[in-house]
């Protein structure tokens, strides 16, 4: 028998082995998959008492959802792995937030059923620009006018909940653009692979959005509700 025909089948061998180890051990654990969590999480809070006008935030494996305030005032609360510091203070006008990762490229190896978020509380009058810039993430934009909207994601989607601004860009690379808008857009679209459903207005606020891979669809609805 020849030398590939040997590995092919070794290399089989281990295949169905290590599938019935992992078999056994979800079992025994009665499939949970937080059982085989290797990652340790930390969640912080921040409230913040200085104005501002502006808000920027930079992310890298997090998912950004900014979110109404339920009490008037702006809270900042973070979901990251152990080690992962948070960054959150007041610049001049805007309020920056952003994670850092100084660890060693091992120690970020692992696994774990929970996915890094940041989550922006903010009173509906707060913010007038909001930036938001993240390597590996959904973004969500739920019930908050603005006066700029400027979302970049590299991976992930983004979707806006009944949210608002006169002007808009929104770009990811590998991702979908979904929801909806408060009033009329006159929307620019481009898009390599990905469908394509927005309305067709000649007036309203500027709504450009980019995407590489994912498609596209965003409405227009007058009253607050859910995201498609």
């Known amino acids: 028998m020849r030398k590939w025909a040997i590995w092919n089948i070794v290399g089989f061998v281990l295949c169905v082995i290590g ?6 051990t979800f079992a025994e654990t009665g499939f949970h998959p937080e059982a085989f969590d290797t990652r340790e999480y930390v969640t912080s809070t921040l409230d913040v008492e200085e104005d ?6 930079s992310g890298n494996l ?15 609360t973070v979901l990251t792995e152990k080690g992962v510091s948070c960054i959150c203070k007041v610049e001049g006008e805007t309020l920056v937030i952003r994670t850092e990762d100084d660890r060693e490229w091992y ?18 009058d707060a913010c007038q620009d909001l930036t938001i810039d993240t390597n590996v993430g959904d973004v969500l934009i739920s019930g908050l006018i603005f006066r700029t909207l400027k979302v970049n994601v590299t991976t992930g989607d983004v979707t806006l909940d009944a949210c ?30 990905g469908d394509v459903d927005v309305p067709d207005a000649a007036s309203g606020g500027t ?3 980019t995407t590489n891979t994912g498609d596209v669809s965003v409405k227009i609805s007058k009253e607050r509700g859910g995201a498609e």
């Not at 501002?52 to 935030?57: D, G």
């Not at 601004?165 to 979904?178: F, I, K, M």
């Open 62 to 76: 997090e998912d950004v959802n900014v979110i109404p305030s339920e009490d008037g005032k702006c809270h900042v």
């Open 207 to 209: 709504c450009e959005i």
């Open 107 to 124: 120690k970020s190896i692992g696994f774990s059923d929970k996915s890094p978020a940041i989550t922006v509380a903010l009173p509906g």
């Open 164 to 193: 608002d601004a006169q002007e808009a860009y929104l770009s990811t690379v590998t991702g979908d653009v979904r929801g909806s808008f408060l009033t009329d857009k006159r929307f620019f679209v481009n898009t390599n692979t």
């Open 19 to 24: 599938a019935v180890l992992l078999g056994k």
């Open 52 to 57: 501002f006008s502006n808000v920027s935030v």
